[in-house]
């Protein structure tokens, strides 16, 4: 007689032995030596089952899904290839954004893939695991698909030819790239409050959202398609934030303070990169969508003071500074853009003074500030333009010991002042631009003084020269093409060229 | 404090003055003249008198700017790392009390900068 079949595994009955089932508790070595980083940052965890795991997903269904989305994917990249999808786009100044998205944010896909294999691979419990696993899968994907997404433009416009490299050596690209930095070498727990809780969870609305609209907004149909397909992981990610701080909340009482911290920290070091995204709303995107102050005030003002009242019963408090955070989204872009704009002929990107309209708008949405402090100095930047005078800063500037931002920032209650701090160690000092970053510094400060400040190393000898073209080459710029202001670029020529056929067609 | 790590975690700073071939770093701002979008950096050599600073290096950096040849050496205030300096143009850097890592900040009374904006 034939065996009776067994009965399919119910959902839950499966996932459970696709995931729990695949952990064991280790004889041959104690669990403390197989598993050595996921307690020396202090987090008590009595009970690692306590981990809930909300989205349930197994690594069969996850390939299906996952799949499923790179069809519909490469199907519209291709398309867009094949129709010249470039040249649908609002203007050619929209590309430099996607050029700080390639060189800036693509390489912190990548980091996150490797930050989560490594995080994956040390916690004892195996909820935790999973998902880290799995998170490493999609951030290596982002990755892949950003760079394929992009890559059309590649073809026609300049700067966009060595993201990997660039991120490595570029002065800006040291900002996310010390950032990640920082979070890999932090402990798991750090990591998943930097990377999941405080970027993926209160701060990537930010990126995400007015990057993909500018994007559909402009035209980019590759890079808003990219960003729907992204879309289901972020959602994924965000949880996976949430899940470990309330897990580490709810374990013991003695995680607090140690939570509160990494908030604190991470909070501030997430929005100084988030300027990068600032500028890129208020001045890069030639139809824009709303404006930074905006943004912040939806994204984080809004959503944020409504996690942080949730959080509230764990005894968690809205991060240290963001009352001054509120206060710079009035001056970020401005203040940034104009950091760019100083010192445009060392970036891989264009920069320019606005349309009249442009600034128009500008005046309209930071009605008590932007006549007064920016608009003067735009005006004026333009007449130089335009009398051939183009305005570069020719010194290297001061940067911020901790974010590596050049020292740009001013004091919020005092927008013609620089905001200066500074720290004593072991005999040297340390200079940062804000609290927020002196706070960092002076709690860690063995981490940051092996800062690697793009300045200071080109004035030890580190970066291919002495002076700023040996530097350049050895950032694998294609000088006079890559950099510089946008008017008179090759970019602009060929857009006005592409512009001028169409008006005969 | 310091830091929480795995095992001891002592590492050499990377920017030590003897990194600088005989120079040490001066930062420099010129206050309320945000033209020039961050203070800027100097490797420079502390026996350089101060009045060279004043009348070789700072039209280098700042000329560009239509308030600079305006600017009044006389009346102008400085401060080296957060106290009050008189500078003595004749001493050299390190004797004005500048280390490695110094701040120098400046205003220039009078001077407000593009179209009164502070720029």
Redesign the interface.
Known sequence: MAEKRKKKLGIKQRYSMLTRGLGWDTTYQPMDKVF??DN???IIIHDWEGWEDPFRLTMDAYWKFQSEKEKKLYAVIDSFAQNNGHLGITDARYVNAIKLFLTGVSPLEYQAARGFTHVGRQFRGVGPRVACQMQAIDELRHVQTQVHSMSHYNKYFDGLHSAPHMHDRVWYLSVPKSFFDDART??PF?FLTSISFAFEYVLTNLLFVPFMSGAAFNGDMATVTFGFSAQSDEARHMTLGLEVIKFMLEQDERNIPIVQRWMDKWFWRGTRMLTLVAMMMDYMLPKRVMSWREAWDIYFTEAGGALFADLARYGIKPPKYADIATKEAEHLSH?AW??F???THAAAFHTWIPEKEELDWLSEKYPNTFD???R??L???DKEEKAGRR?Y???????CQVCQI???F?DMDDP???S?E?SEY?D????TCSLGCKDIF???P??Y?????P???I???NCGGAEVPDVLKWYNFNLGADNMEYKGSPDQKLWDEWQAHRKKA | MSVTSIGKYEFEPLDKVENFHGNQLTYINWEQHLLFCAPVCLPLPPEMPFAALVQEVLPGVYNKHPDFEKIDWDAVKWTLDGADLTPDLGKSLADNGLGHKSLIRFWTPGLEGIAGSHS
């Open positions: 050595p980083y020396y940052e202090g932090a402990g750090e203040q104009h950091i704009y100083n010192y007064k402090y920016y003067p100095r005006e004026y930047l305005f800063n020719d010194t290297l500037p001061m940067l050049p020292m740009g001013t013609t002042t620089i200066f500074v072991k040297d000092k340390y200079h002076d709690y860690e063995e981490k003084v092996q800062a690697w400040l300045v200071h190393q004035y030890q000898g």
